[in-house]
Each structure stands twice: as C-alpha cells, then as structure tokens.
C-alpha cells in the first residue's frame, strides 16, 4: 500500500482501460542510468558474441593470473604486475563497459527523463519532454520476448526494452505480445 495514495483505495486492484484506449498499449517509464544498464543487459543476452567474449575474458583473465603467479616464481616482478593488471581489466570488462555507457548517458538530454510509449497496430508513438515520434512497425527489424518484458530490435544495435512493469493497465503485458509478434519477427 502506498501511503500517499488516499484512504481505502487498494493499489494493486487491475485498472480497467477507458473504452477509447482498448486499441492502444501504453509503456510510461523512466529512462534512468538503471534502466539503461538493464536493457544493455537484456541485448547482450541474446548477443553470441558478447556471451564467447565473456567466457573469453574469464578464461584470458584466468591464464593471465595464472601467468602472474608463474613470473612471481621466476621473480620477474614487472610481468608479474603487467599480467596481475591485465587479469583484472579482463575480469571487469564488462563492467568497464558498462561506466563507458554510463559516463555518456550522463550527458544525454534524454537522461531521467519520463518516456510515453503508445503502440499501436500502427507503431510505436513515443513522447518525452524532449522528443515527439512515431516510429512505424516497419522500422523495428525484430523483437524478443522475455517473461517480464520485451526488447524491440531498429537494426542491430539500437534496441529498446519495455518491462512489464512500466505498461500502464494490467492485461497490457498480453496486448503488446500479440502487437509485437503480428508485426515482427521474433528472435530466439
């Protein structure tokens, strides 16, 4: 229960759509630095090549450790070092990337800003106070479907994901599933 919501009024009743917005599917969110690292989390697990970089990283920073412990040994201290630093960078690549996108996001107009997404049979009309656009289905080369969620896919690196949770109406999660997959092609 929120406490700021009126006396007596239940939160987590199913809200019932106006009779005018039956055809409409509204995503309301809050494009924050958390919202951004979880849909680059959601694109990178359906990228083979991000998954073999990964499992490359570990291995790499597990021989490159190895090596380091070997040169210890051999009392060569400055490939030990060099080796002990290159283990590290391997083991938190991916968390280097993710300060990378982080430290651009920072100065993105579109930074904690709240996102309106209505989909259509048409499209995508997305609005901020920034931005006003309607993308049609046409543009969107693909999307996957995950059980709290979708990814929509404009050609191979621009994505967007769309929680459950920041769809506006309680069957909304059903309605925009079956708007994705009559307009696109589903991967995976």
């Known amino acids: 229960m929120n406490p700021f919501d009126p006396p007596g009024v239940p939160d987590d009743l199913p809200r019932a759509k106006p009779e005018r917005e039956l055809d409409v599917v509204t995503s309301r969110l809050l494009y924050t630095s958390e919202h951004l690292l979880e849909t ?53 690549a991916r968390k280097l990337d993710d300060l990378i996108a982080l430290r651009s996001f920072r100065h993105s107009p579109h930074r904690d800003t709240q ?4 989909f259509t049979s048409e499209g995508l009309h997305s609005s901020s106070e920034n931005h006003d656009s309607t993308i049609k289905w046409s543009a969107f ?19 967007q994901w769309i929680p459950d949770e920041s769809l506006e109406y309680s069957g909304d999660a059903e309605e925009l599933r079956r708007l994705v997959e009559s307009n696109l092609r589903i991967r995976g």
């Open 141 to 159: 080369s693909e999307a996957t479907l995950f059980d709290d969620g979708v990814l929509l896919y404009q050609g191979p690196k621009l994505v």
């Open 115 to 118: 996102l309106v997404l209505e």
């Open 40 to 92: 680059l989390a959601r694109y990178r697990s359906q990228r083979l090549l991000f998954n073999v970089m990964r499992w490359m990283c570990i291995l790499g920073g597990m021989v490159c450790f190895l090596g380091s412990i070997v040169a210890l040994l051999n009392a060569d201290f400055a490939i030990c070092i060099g080796a002990a630093a290159f283990a590290v960078f391997l083991f938190f």
